[in-house]
C-alpha cells in the first residue's frame, strides 16, 4: 500500500467537529444533549439574504466567477470592510472573495513564508487550531504568543518582542478571540504595533470574523494604525455576521497580495459559489436589522450564561467582549469532582450530564500557570443555556453528595492533607445542601437557631438524607425547622460557599415555592429557637447575625426576579 505524505499524516483538525460527531453518535443512541460545541449562530440567514440566493439560481447566476469575486461583491465588501475600520483605502481591486474566511489563513501563510526554511509565524495560544495546523502544513514553524486570563486573554507585548527573530515573516491576531471571547483594544493594538515598527519584515495576518459582534468597545483594527494597513492582510466574512456559515463566503483585502491571493484561489477552489456571493452582496448592501438583532441576542446571552456560570461551584468566568464564547476556568471544579483535567471534565459532562462543550486543549496547548479551561458556544437558546449550566450544576451536586456520604461514612473523617489536587489547603468535606425562600406579605420567613455560643439567622435549609431528591430534601427540611408543608414551584439559584468553622465547601440549591399550610403540634428541631418573618429591610439590619453571606444573598436574587423552571433538573434527582 503507497504511504501518505509526513504532511498528511500531521495535518491537524478543527476539534469542535470530532466532538460534535461525538455528541451526534450519542444523540442516534437516544441521549439527550446540550451542545454548546459549534462556532456558528443558531439563527437562520436573513430572509432577504436567501431570496437573493434564490433569485441568482432562477436567473441562472450559478456558474464560475472570477477567481476574485464577482465585481459587485467586491466593491461591496471593500466599502463595507473600509467603514468598519476608519475609513481605510480599500478599494475593490485589493479585496478578494474566498470560499469562506478559513482558506486565507492557508494563503497567507503560503504568501509569506517559504517551506522548509525556518520561516515562524507567531499566532495566539489558546486560539482557534487551524493556525497552527496551517503553519505545520505550509512547512513553516509555528511560534505561540501565551494570552493569559490575568490579561483579559490578551498577550504581552513584551513577549512578543521576545518572540520575533529574524525569521519571523508573519504575525496571526484574531480579535474578538475564538475561543476566548477575548478583545484587543485600540491600546492594546498600539502597543503591538510599536513592536512591529521594529520589524518591517512581519506581515498580519487579522482575523476579524466577529469584527461585527463586538460588544466591550467599539471594534477597531490594527490596520488603522499608520504603518500597518499596508503590511496587514484583513480578514473577514459573511459567516458570523449574518448567520451565514453554510454559503461559504470570506473576503480578505491587502493591496499588494490580493493578486497573489486570487491566483491561489484559482489554483484551489477556482471561485467561492456564484449563488452564495449574491447572498453576500444582498447581506452586506441590504437591510441590517436581523443582523443587529443577533448581536443583540448575542449580547443578552453572554450576560445569562455568564451570571450562571458564575454561580456554579469551581466555576469562574470573565466576561467576553465579543464573538459568542465564554471560556471559563474550571481548575476548582476539576478538583471537585475528581477530574484530572479540563478533558476529563468534558467527558464526564458529556457522558455523566449531556452537556457537550470543548476543551483548552482543542485550542491548543495549555498555558502554563493559567490552570484549566473550557469553552461554551453561547450560540444557544436561553432555555439550552439555563438548562445546560443548571445540568452541570446538578452533576456537581450528585459527585459532591456522593463524595461526601463516602468520606463521610465508609471512610470515615477526613483528615488534613486530603484532595489537595483541588487546590484548597486544610480539610475538605464537600456537601450539598436546600434552602428555601418562602414569603408571606412581603415578609420572609428565617429560623433563629444556636450555633456553637451564639444565634443566627438562616432560611429553612439543610443536607440530603440518603435516596433523597431535591425537592423531597426542600420539603422535609422546611417541615422540620419551622412546622411549615412547602412545595417548591421555582429554582433561585445554586451557590457554592466555604463554611469556615468546620471547613465545608457546599452546594446550596435554593428554592422558592409556597406554603401549603402548618403542622400544628410539630416539634421542631432542637437548634431552632424561634421563628422569624422578616422585610428585606429588617433581615439586612441584622446582618450580623447570618449564618452565612448565602441568607442575604438568596433573598437578594429571589427579588430581582431570579427563579428558573423546576424543569431544568433531571426527573431522577429533582
Not at 448567520?243 to 470570506?250: K, L, N, S, Y
Not at 453576500?280 to 441590504?286: K, P, R, S, T, Y
Not at 443582523?291 to 458564575?310: C, H, P, T
Not at 429553612?460 to 431528591?469: N, Q, R, V, Y
Request: net charge neutral.
Amino acid at each position: 500500500m503507497p504511504l501518505l505524505s509526513q504532511r498528511a499524516r500531521s495535518l491537524g483538525t478543527e476539534n469542535a467537529f470530532v466532538v460534535l460527531a461525538e455528541v451526534n453518535d450519542l444523540a442516534r443512541q437516544g441521549k439527550d444533549i446540550i451542545s454548546f460545541c459549534i462556532g456558528q449562530p443558531d439563527f437562520p440567514a436573513p430572509l432577504h439574504v436567501q431570496e437573493a440566493g434564490i433569485q441568482a439560481i432562477r436567473e441562472g447566476k450559478h456558474g464560475y466567477t472570477p477567481s476574485a469575486g464577482i465585481d459587485p461583491l467586491r466593491e461591496a465588501a471593500a466599502k463595507y470592510m473600509a467603514g468598519m475600520r476608519g475609513g481605510l483605502p480599500i478599494r475593490p481591486q485589493d479585496v478578494v472573495v474566498g470560499a469562506g474566511a478559513k482558506p486565507f489563513i492557508a494563503y497567507a501563510i503560503l504568501s509569506t513564508t517559504d517551506h522548509g526554511t525556518g520561516d515562524e509565524v507567531i499566532y495566539p495560544n489558546p486560539g482557534f487550531p487551524i493556525y497552527e495546523s496551517q503553519i505545520i502544513a505550509c512547512g513553516a514553524r509555528p511560534v505561540p504568543v501565551q494570552l493569559r486570563e490575568e490579561r483579559d486573554f490578551a498577550f504581552d507585548p513584551a513577549e512578543l518582542e521576545r518572540l520575533i527573530t529574524p525569521g519571523t515573516k508573519l504575525l496571526i491576531l484574531n480579535t474578538p478571540h475564538n475561543p476566548t471571547g477575548g478583545i484587543l483594544t485600540r491600546k492594546a493594538l498600539e502597543a503591538i504595533a510599536a513592536v512591529l515598527r521594529k520589524h518591517p519584515q512581519v506581515w498580519i495576518y487579522a482575523d476579524e470574523i466577529y469584527s461585527r459582534l463586538c460588544h466591550a468597545e467599539s471594534f477597531f483594527s490594527i490596520a488603522q494604525l499608520p504603518g500597518m494597513y499596508e503590511r496587514t492582510i484583513i480578514s473577514d466574512g459573511a459567516s458570523k455576521t449574518w448567520a451565514m456559515t453554510g454559503w461559504r463566503i470570506g473576503f480578505a483585502s491587502n493591496p499588494q497580495l490580493a493578486p497573489v491571493l486570487t491566483r491561489w484561489i484559482t489554483n484551489t477552489d477556482s471561485c467561492a459559489s456564484q449563488i452564495s456571493q449574491w447572498a453576500a452582496l444582498e447581506a452586506i448592501n441590504g437591510p441590517q436589522e436581523a443582523a443587529e438583532s443577533m448581536k443583540q441576542s448575542f449580547l443578552e446571552r453572554r450576560d445569562l450564561i455568564v451570571g450562571l456560570l458564575n454561580k456554579v461551584p469551581g466555576v469562574t468566568c470573565r466576561v467576553p467582549g465579543g464573538a459568542f464564547y465564554a471560556w471559563p476556568n474550571v481548575t476548582e471544579a476539576c478538583g471537585l469532582i475528581g477530574a484530572a483535567d479540563s478533558e476529563a471534565f468534558r467527558k464526564r459532562l458529556l457522558h455523566e450530564a449531556g452537556v457537550a462543550v470543548l476543551a483548552d486543549i482543542h485550542f491548543g496547548a495549555r498555558v502554563a500557570g493559567d490552570g484549566q479551561h473550557v469553552r461554551f458556544s453561547y450560540a444557544a437558546s436561553r432555555e439550552a443555556i439555563e438548562k445546560g449550566v443548571a445540568r452541570m450544576a446538578h452533576f456537581f451536586l450528585c459527585r459532591l453528595a456522593r463524595g461526601d456520604r463516602e468520606r463521610r461514612g465508609a471512610h470515615g473523617p477526613v483528615h488534613p492533607g486530603e484532595h489537595q489536587e483541588s487546590g484548597m489547603s486544610g480539610r475538605w468535606r464537600p456537601s450539598a445542601t436546600v434552602a428555601a425562600v418562602i414569603e408571606r406579605d412581603g415578609k420572609f420567613l428565617f429560623v433563629e437557631e444556636i450555633q456553637g455560643d451564639r444565634r443566627v439567622l438562616n432560611q429553612p435549609a439543610g443536607h440530603l438524607d440518603p435516596g433523597e431528591t431535591l425537592l423531597q430534601a426542600v420539603a422535609r427540611e422546611v417541615l422540620e425547622e419551622t412546622a411549615h408543608r412547602f412545595e417548591p414551584t421555582a429554582l433561585v439559584g445554586i451557590y457554592r460557599c466555604q463554611y469556615d468553622p468546620e471547613e465545608v465547601t457546599f452546594l446550596r440549591f435554593c428554592f422558592a415555592g409556597r406554603v401549603a399550610g402548618v403542622q400544628e403540634g410539630r416539634a421542631l428541631d432542637k437548634e431552632i429557637v424561634a421563628l422569624r418573618w422578616l422585610t428585606p429591610a429588617e433581615l439586612r439590619a441584622q446582618r450580623a447575625m447570618h449564618r452565612s453571606p448565602l441568607v442575604q444573598q438568596c433573598l437578594d436574587d429571589y427579588l430581582s426576579g431570579r427563579q428558573f423552571s423546576l424543569a431544568v433538573l433531571s426527573e431522577s434527582h429533582a
